[in-house]
């Protein structure tokens, strides 16, 4: 009796492309042979079992785990209230235990753990030809080329709003961020480390770093493990960041890419909305509208009408105050529309993620508010066609208002 597998999941797979397990078993020819597979998520005792036929070309089976595996993972929208958050909800672990089964009609058998696989996944898409040339080491923490989870191409941060990015780890030691400030000449000002405590559980394996310039600013020295707060001073411009590895003191290897962040100021005479959306990397994204915003309100009345004449000791009339169509109840339902400030092709191309994202807020102060966009449609705009282009999406709250009874 051998079950062999022959493909499997990347180690750290999006969920929401297929993860698929190819396999065969000597015992193909036995009367009613199926091959099973008992999926267990993040070590839980429980299982949800699979099964299929064998192919009759080639007598191997299939599983598509993908559709399991998402009813497990959901979303992690808080904002950070550390420099390092677990994002818990948005990775999970697993396990599939493959067997068979087979027998008479009237008696067959189940043959379960035979062989198994196990992996990471994640809150994840990619559209299919980018997931094609998927590489794991691209997306999970490894050297330079790790990628931050995020498709922004650049990172600006304001006073008074949120940014956090996100990554995976597929070590079980301890990271650093490392963040370099530099002045408007490109100057070097300072360089500090912050430690990362998570990185032993399945659940410190997805995690979001607050990089807003507000809370690196509420840092003090001891909340770094090398350098001195402020972290900033007044003519800091930029600044980086990066994951590191200390191998040794003052000896670091490099975790993933470098990304700069841009410290600016508002220029526009209106009030900003800042956006928070889910990205395709089961993230977070940030984007400002400064642009003019109008709100429209669609007002659903119900009614119903009734006798407007009224008993009067023995008159039975009605008053100039009597109702015969009565309003009871008043649903308020608000579109508001913005325009954002100009944009760049690349910065067009990663908003689509906005507009297609299933989990929208924006900020009212330092509150989440959820809001759905109600935009049908996107064109990506590009600059051998257009020189100057913006953004205009439309957006209702998801909750509605209401007006009180009579």
């Given at each position: 009796?051998?079950?062999?597998?022959?493909?499997?999941?990347?180690?750290?797979?999006?969920?929401?492309?297929?993860?698929?397990?190819?396999?065969?078993?000597?015992?193909?020819?036995?009367?009613?042979?199926?091959?099973?597979?008992?999926?267990?998520v993040?070590?839980?005792?429980s299982?949800?079992?699979?099964?299929?036929?064998?192919?009759?070309?080639?007598?191997?089976?299939?599983?598509?785990?993908?559709g399991?595996?998402?009813?497990?993972?959901?979303?992690?929208?808080?904002?950070?209230?550390?420099?390092?958050?677990q994002?818990?909800?948005?990775?999970?672990?697993?396990?599939?235990?493959?067997?068979?089964?087979?027998?008479?009609?009237?008696?067959?058998?189940?043959?379960?753990?035979?062989?198994?696989?196990?992996?990471?996944?994640?809150?994840?898409?990619?559209?299919?030809?980018?997931?094609?040339?998927?590489?794991?080491?691209?997306?999970?923490?490894?050297?330079?080329?790790?990628?931050?989870?995020?498709?922004?191409?650049?990172?600006?941060?304001?006073?008074?709003?949120?940014l956090?990015?996100?990554?995976?780890?597929?070590?079980?030691?301890?990271?650093?961020?490392?963040i370099?400030?530099?002045?408007s000449?490109?100057?070097?000002?300072?360089?500090?480390?912050?430690?990362?405590?998570?990185?032993?559980?399945?659940?410190?394996?997805?995690?979001?770093?607050?990089?807003?310039?507000?809370?690196?600013?509420?840092?003090?020295?001891?909340?770094?493990a090398?350098?001195?707060?402020?972290?900033?001073?007044a003519?800091?411009?930029?600044?980086?960041?990066?994951?590191?590895?200390?191998?040794?003191?003052?000896?670091?290897?490099?975790?993933?890419?470098?990304?700069?962040?841009?410290?600016?100021?508002?220029?526009?005479?209106?009030?900003?909305?800042?956006?928070k959306?889910?990205?395709?990397?089961?993230?977070?994204?940030?984007?400002?509208?400064?642009?003019?915003?109008?709100?429209?309100?669609?007002i659903?009345?119900?009614?119903?009408?009734?006798?407007?004449?009224?008993?009067?000791?023995?008159?039975?009339?009605?008053?100039?105050t009597?109702?015969?169509?009565?309003?009871?109840?008043?649903?308020?339902?608000?579109?508001?529309?913005?325009?954002?400030?100009?944009?760049?092709?690349?910065?067009?191309?990663?908003?689509?993620?906005?507009?297609?994202?299933?989990?929208?807020?924006i900020?009212?102060?330092?509150d989440?508010?959820?809001?759905?966009?109600?935009n049908?449609?996107?064109a990506?705009?590009?600059?051998?066609?257009?020189?100057?282009?913006?953004?205009?999406?439309?957006?209702?709250?998801?909750?509605?208002?209401?007006?009180?009874?009579?």
């Amino acid at each position: 009796m051998a079950l062999t597998i022959y493909n499997s999941p990347y180690s750290y797979s999006p969920a929401f492309n297929q993860m698929i397990f190819t396999l065969s078993s000597t015992n193909y020819t036995q009367q009613n042979f199926r091959y099973i597979a008992d999926v267990y998520v993040n070590g839980s005792a429980s299982y949800t079992r699979l099964e299929c036929v064998a192919n009759p070309n080639n007598n191997y089976g299939v599983f598509d785990v993908s559709g399991i595996i998402q009813n497990f993972l959901s979303i992690d929208p808080q904002d950070n209230t550390t420099t390092f958050k677990q994002c818990e909800n948005s990775i999970v672990s697993y396990v599939v235990r493959f067997g068979e089964q087979y027998g008479a009609s009237s008696g067959i058998t189940n043959y379960p753990n035979l062989t198994n696989s196990s992996g990471y996944s994640y809150n994840g898409v990619f559209d299919p030809l980018n997931f094609l040339d998927y590489a794991v080491n691209s997306y999970v923490d490894f050297d330079v080329n790790s990628k931050f989870l995020t498709d922004t191409p650049r990172l600006v941060t304001r006073i008074g709003e949120k940014l956090s990015i996100g990554f995976m780890t597929q070590f079980t030691f301890n990271l650093l961020l490392r963040i370099k400030v530099y002045n408007s000449s490109g100057t070097l000002q300072k360089t500090v480390y912050i430690n990362d405590p998570y990185y032993s559980l399945t659940k410190d394996r997805s995690q979001n770093i607050d990089v807003s310039y507000d809370w690196l600013n509420t840092l003090v020295t001891g909340d770094l493990a090398s350098g001195t707060a402020p972290i900033f001073n007044a003519s800091s411009n930029y600044y980086t960041v990066q994951l590191v590895y200390q191998e040794e003191p003052n000896v670091y290897q490099v975790r993933s890419e470098e990304r700069t962040i841009y410290i600016e100021d508002y220029c526009s005479k209106y009030d900003p909305i800042r956006f928070k959306f889910l990205n395709n990397y089961g993230k977070y994204d940030y984007f400002t509208f400064t642009g003019a915003k109008t709100k429209n309100t669609d007002i659903k009345k119900n009614i119903y009408k009734s006798n407007p004449n009224q008993w009067a000791t023995t008159n039975y009339n009605y008053s100039t105050t009597s109702r015969g169509a009565t309003q009871y109840e008043t649903i308020l339902n608000d579109t508001v529309t913005i325009q954002s400030d100009w944009i760049t092709e690349d910065e067009s191309a990663w908003l689509e993620q906005l507009m297609t994202s299933p989990d929208v807020y924006i900020y009212s102060g330092s509150d989440l508010v959820a809001v759905n966009i109600t935009n049908t449609s996107y064109a990506t705009k590009y600059e051998a066609s257009e020189q100057l282009f913006n953004l205009s999406i439309s957006f209702q709250y998801s909750q509605n208002r209401k007006r009180q009874r009579r």
